[in-house]
């Protein structure tokens, strides 16, 4: 593993892990829970509905974090992100960009396009931009378009997912890029954090797991889908919001369809408005690293448990 500069506010992150802005589920409870525990927490600004309530979320996360660094001065709060969906279909991303700036978000993360006034509009204030990529080509686009750091997105992560390897993937960035980089797929265990940071990243960008949180605005149907599924519940379609990704099969199942044979979607179809937020809470978005999550509890236990694993994991290692 090599040390690497990171930039802003990413070399402020306690603990190597980014939470992933999990659409519908993500909240300020679950954000602010995250970043107390020591892990970037982040949320889709497309979670805030109506628009307006973005500026109130925002608000009441930068307030409790400021009172969390405040009261623990010691083990300041992690940084949290917001996510842009940079697609046209979203017609609120100028509205939820300047309530970022306002705020000055710490980080940005960018999915479903690279937006140059996006990264210049962080930058003005300080802020670091991630963008999420499924391959090199587009990892290459982001970079040249002002992103900081990137995501990659590899084959088994949760929701709109590649399919490439985490190895493959990670490598290939590596041969000419030497920012941050967060790896997203299948990560839930202390393990396989140390293992992303081996592969070579900086960090671990984790989604499903915190579904099964006491925090996560999630049904406790779906929480107890993600507790009792593994790896063979996840099936991989397209056809919910016209960009392939993982979902559980019981919820699909549940919706009437049948999961092992779905027609494929119009990727020109492709929306994220109030169509998409039915889709994903009807069909459940999760990854293939479900298997060793064996129970719903608070966000500050499972991420202790992490850090435990974690440094077993070292330990085991002698690093």
Request: charged residues 15%; contains cysteine.
């Amino acid at each position: 593993m090599t040390a690497r500069q990171l930039p802003g506010a990413l070399a402020r992150v306690p603990f190597p892990v980014i939470g992933s802005p999990l659409f519908i589920i993500s909240h300020p409870k679950l954000v602010i829970a995250q970043c107390c525990a020591g892990v970037v927490g982040a949320m889709p600004a497309l979670n805030a509905r109506p628009q307006s309530q973005l500026d109130e979320w925002l608000h009441e996360i930068t307030e409790a974090l400021a009172a969390h660094d405040r009261a623990h001065p010691e083990a300041p709060a992690a940084p949290f992100a917001i996510n842009q969906i940079v697609h046209k279909s979203n017609d609120r991303m100028e509205a939820d960009m300047a309530l970022c700036v306002k705020y000055q978000v710490p980080i940005i993360i960018t999915s479903l396009g690279a937006r140059e006034e996006i990264n210049q509009a962080a930058h003005s204030y300080g802020g670091v931009v991630l963008h999420d990529i499924i391959n090199n080509r587009f990892a290459q686009k982001a970079i040249e378009k002002g992103a900081d750091g990137l995501i990659a997105v590899a084959a088994g992560a949760g929701g709109h997912a590649g399919t490439k390897s985490p190895f493959a993937l990670v490598q290939e960035i590596r041969q000419w890029f030497n920012g941050p980089v967060a790896l997203s797929g299948s990560i839930a265990t202390g393990g396989a954090v140390l293992a992303a940071q081996a592969a070579g990243a900086d960090f671990a960008y984790i989604g499903s797991p915190f579904i099964a949180t006491e925090e996560a605005r999630a049904s406790d149907a779906y929480k107890a889908c993600v507790v009792d599924a593994t790896s063979d519940d996840i099936v991989y379609s397209n056809l919910f919001t016209g960009v392939h990704g993982n979902y559980l099969a019981p919820s699909i199942v549940q919706a009437g369809l049948d999961p092992s044979n779905l027609p494929q979607s119009d990727p020109s179809a492709m929306n994220f408005g109030a169509g998409a937020q039915k889709a994903w809470k009807d069909i459940w978005g999760c990854g293939q690293g479900i298997g060793v999550i064996n129970k719903v509890q608070s966000t500050a236990a499972w991420v202790a448990q992490l850090k435990r694993e974690y440094a077993q994991a070292r330990a085991a290692l002698a690093l």
